[in-house]
């Protein structure tokens, strides 16, 4: 059983992982909407619809689940433990937090197999 007793719930849309050249082509008030920039590059993820003509590279695919509810700062090793389960079966993820709590992307073929290896690990799975 895992030790937080975790709602896990798989969302409905498929994902694009991308870089662009800027965030001009999107609208970011759009729900799952996630930007990141660096000195050296901008990311988006964001359901594969909403991906804009101004994308460099994408990686298209993904399906995501989030954790539930609003994850305390204190809590240790929540996504560790979900990836360190997941990695044991092969399965790569793509990690995503938010101020309230963490999404986890698979790419497409992997993501039932992921939510049942998750499941028989005690989590709480909302499909």
Not at 14 to 29: E, M, Q, R
Not at 35 to 44: F, M, N, P, Q, V
Request: one cysteine or more; hydrophobic letters at 40%.
């Amino acid at each position: 059983m895992n030790e937080y007793h975790l709602i896990i719930e798989a969302l409905p849309h498929v994902f694009s992982v991308c870089k662009v050249k800027d965030y001009s082509g999107i609208d970011l008030n759009q729900s799952f909407v996630f930007t990141g920039a660096t000195d050296e590059e901008k990311s988006l993820v964001c359901p594969a619809e909403y991906v804009p003509c101004n994308t460099i590279e994408r990686d298209d695919g993904w399906k995501a689940m989030r954790i539930k509810g609003q994850l305390d700062f204190s809590l240790i090793g929540i996504l560790a433990k979900i990836a360190s389960l997941l990695a044991a079966e092969k399965i790569s993820i793509f990690a995503l937090s938010t101020f309230n709590t963490d999404y986890i992307l698979t790419k497409e073929n992997c993501f039932e197999e992921a939510l049942d290896i998750l499941e028989e690990s005690g989590y709480q799975i909302m499909r």
